[in-house]
């Protein structure tokens, strides 16, 4: 299994950034897929996850009507489309994946939302 974030950046704040994941290993399009997050001294936290077909969607509270999950079953990317970007939202964003009971993790890609 791997996982490879890009997209990530600096942008000012209110500005927007899209994150991509691309998977490469299994079956993408059995599995569920999530973006989580981690902040220096914070723990890592789930943002946002997708179903397997795309179909149900489920964020953090201090991100709904900002972020979207999305993904393309036939590229084998998952994508996290983030608006309204707030200070608070700078952190090191991975994409995730459980298979078989074993977590996979990308290498994490930087977010930082400064002026």
């Known amino acids: 299994v791997q996982l490879v974030e890009s997209g990530g950046g600096l942008v000012q704040p209110g500005g927007s950034l899209r994150l991509s994941c691309a998977a490469s290993g299994f079956t993408f399009r059995a599995y569920d897929m999530s973006w989580y997050r981690q902040a220096p001294g914070k723990e890592r936290e789930l943002v946002a996850g997708?179903?397997?077909?795309?179909?149900?969607?489920n964020y953090a509270n201090s991100v709904k009507g900002r972020f979207t999950i999305s993904r393309d079953n036939g590229r084998n990317t998952v994508y996290l489309q983030m608006n309204s970007l707030k200070p608070e939202d700078t952190a090191v964003y991975y994409c995730?994946?459980?298979?078989?009971?074993?977590?996979?993790w990308g290498q994490g890609t930087q977010v930082t939302v400064s002026s």
């Open positions: 995730y994946v459980k298979k078989y009971s074993i977590d996979y």
């Open positions: 997708i179903s397997s077909n795309g179909r149900m969607t």
